[in-house]
């Protein structure tokens, strides 16, 4: 038996009456959409309910599976004590698929108690689970829960999980059903919980849009930047619903979509209507084609940043002559360099310096790169594997020069602050720093100097050069 249901539902607390206390009218055509949802799956009567959160314990390098007999969740963080719940794990179905993505080499843990007690952590029921639960249970009881948190791997590693998931509800011949927890984004008003970006809104509309029509390969070409800037939480969550999908012809009911407090929820079933020819294959060509295309970027600067790396990655050592595409001007000036590596929209590595530590802005690049694969202190170092899914961006510092308060700007300068031989730097335009008071404590404290002490101002320019995706 083959999966009987796939739901993409939102997860906003305040849909709940014990939470919103009268907000939640404000998104009433949710829990209606909720409640359609909840009678289908209760007509269904699946013995199991396999939903992925991105809410639970999650790993920055494996999926995660909740593997205790119970698992326990309530919303005491929302200032409610009233609502919880504790529901059985599918053991036998967490550990077949298990079995099956390790099989194929997909990074995943099974997250039990005495695990997660090393990191004074334990296995819990997330709100993204509890709130698309919570409408379920009103109609239907009795099931079994397959508890999953998703992590920032490659979409083609989520939609691989996805295809594992169904192969292994089919090889039980479990009857079950997916949900895929996500928000849409988060930025589509100022007085939402994230800084306005007109991004928000077009990934909404394209996504959901896509998923409509069932176009697989569409979800997976939506482009970086409009993924970077949308923060939502559900697209992941997605990748993996459609991997379950892989193999059948499919449409998506959008039941409702609603954006009164500034985040996308949308609510949507899936409709199988046939087979349909496995789309992996043609999900991989995406992948290697947006490779291609920034391995071979006009931009020297980070081309150089790329092949520094790589080099080192695959070789054990750097460059030993500088390529014929770097230009005079990198050869013949010197400046402060940071090198930044982005994956999947994600900050995986940034190292940089303020003044130059080599002869050349070339020399920096190259040093700087491999600095920021390898010496991150906040990353485990770069694999050579990571390199399709990392985007590589350099930002050149002009020469600081002493300034006030009044004359900075954090999206048009970048700050440094010192204070008896300790220094802190930060660079313009950084999402969520839109303050010269943000700029300066962010600055302050990655310098360890105390807000109150007296300290010099510097401001600086850069010039940003990042790969096109």
């Given at each position: 038996m083959s999966l009987q249901g796939f739901y993409l539902l939102p997860h906003p607390p305040i849909v709940l009456p014990d939470v919103g206390r009268g907000e939640e009218k404000k998104i009433s055509a949710t829990s209606k959409s909720f409640d359609e949802v909840a009678k289908e799956i209760a007509e269904k009567a699946p013995s199991t309910i396999i939903i992925v959160t991105p809410h639970g314990v999650m790993f920055q390098d494996a999926v995660a599976l909740s593997y205790e007999d119970k698992i326990y969740g309530d919303l005491e963080k929302f200032g409610v004590n009233n609502v919880s719940m504790e529901l059985e794990i599918d053991k036998k179905l967490t550990n077949k698929i298990y079995e099956l993505v390790y099989n194929e080499g997909i990074p995943s843990v099974m997250?039990?108690?005495?695990?997660?007690?090393?990191?004074?952590?334990?296995?819990?029921?997330?709100?993204?689970?509890?709130?698309?639960?919570?409408?379920?249970?009103?109609?239907?009881?009795?099931?079994?829960?397959?508890?999953?948190?998703?992590?920032?791997?490659?979409?083609?590693?989520?939609?691989?999980?996805?295809?594992?998931?169904?192969?292994?509800?089919?090889?039980?011949?479990?009857?079950?059903?997916?949900?895929?927890?996500?928000?849409?984004?988060?930025?589509?008003?100022?007085?939402?919980?994230?800084?306005?970006?007109?991004?928000?809104?077009?990934?909404?509309?394209?996504?959901?849009?896509?998923?409509?029509?069932?176009?697989?390969?569409?979800?997976?070409?939506?482009?970086?930047?409009?993924?970077?800037?949308?923060?939502?939480?559900?697209?992941?969550?997605?990748?993996?619903?459609?991997?379950?999908?892989?193999?059948?012809?499919?449409?998506?009911?959008?039941?409702?979509?609603?954006?009164?407090?500034?985040?996308?929820?949308?609510?949507?079933?899936?409709?199988?209507?046939?087979?349909?020819?496995?789309?992996?294959?043609?999900?991989?060509?995406?992948?290697?084609?947006?490779?291609?295309?920034?391995?071979?970027?006009?931009?020297?600067?980070?081309?150089?940043?790329?092949?520094?790396?790589?080099?080192?990655?695959?070789?054990?050592?750097?460059?030993?002559?500088?390529?014929?595409?770097?230009?005079?001007?990198?050869?013949?000036?010197?400046?402060?360099?940071?090198?930044?590596?982005?994956?999947?929209?994600?900050?995986?590595?940034c190292i940089g310096t303020i003044f130059p530590l080599t002869n050349s802005v070339a020399e920096e690049i190259v040093r700087n790169a491999i600095e920021a694969g390898l010496n991150d202190p906040r990353f485990y170092e770069v694999e050579e594997e990571e390199l399709m899914d990392i985007v590589f961006s350099v930002d050149v510092l002009t020469e600081p020069e002493p300034a006030s308060r009044k004359e900075l700007d954090p999206k048009k300068y970048g700050v440094i602050v010192r204070s008896k031989g300790k220094t802190g730097l930060l660079l313009p335009d950084l999402e969520g720093v839109n303050t010269v008071e943000e700029q300066l404590s962010i600055a302050l404290d990655k310098a360890g100097i105390d807000h109150y002490e007296e300290y010099s101002i510097e401001k600086f320019k850069v010039i940003r050069h990042r790969e096109e995706v």
């Open positions: 997250v039990s108690n005495s695990l997660l007690g090393k990191y004074n952590a334990s296995v819990f029921l997330d709100h993204g689970a509890m709130v698309p639960l919570y409408f379920i249970n009103k109609y239907y009881k009795g099931y079994k829960l397959v508890h999953i948190t998703y992590a920032p791997l490659s979409d083609i590693e989520l939609y691989k999980f996805g295809v594992q998931i169904n192969k292994a509800v089919e090889e039980l011949n479990e009857n079950a059903v997916f949900i895929a927890s996500g928000d849409l984004s988060h930025k589509l008003k100022e007085e939402g919980p994230y800084e306005y970006s007109p991004f928000g809104e077009k990934f909404d509309k394209e996504f959901l849009g896509l998923l409509q029509k069932g176009d697989v390969k569409g979800v997976f070409s939506i482009d970086e930047e409009t993924i970077c800037n949308a923060g939502e939480c559900g697209r992941r969550s997605t990748a993996i619903l459609l991997g379950a999908l892989e193999g059948k012809k499919f449409s998506g009911e959008l039941l409702s979509y609603e954006g009164t407090f500034g985040v996308g929820y949308g609510v949507m079933k899936f409709k199988v209507s046939s087979e349909d020819s496995p789309k992996l294959k043609e999900i991989e060509a995406i992948r290697t084609a947006s490779y291609e295309k920034r391995k071979n970027q006009s931009d020297s600067y980070v081309r150089l940043a790329r092949e520094s790396l790589t080099t080192y990655l695959s070789t054990g050592s750097s460059i030993n002559k500088l390529p014929d595409y770097v230009t005079d001007e990198m050869k013949n000036t010197k400046r402060g360099v940071f090198v930044s590596l982005k994956k999947h929209g994600e900050l995986r590595g």
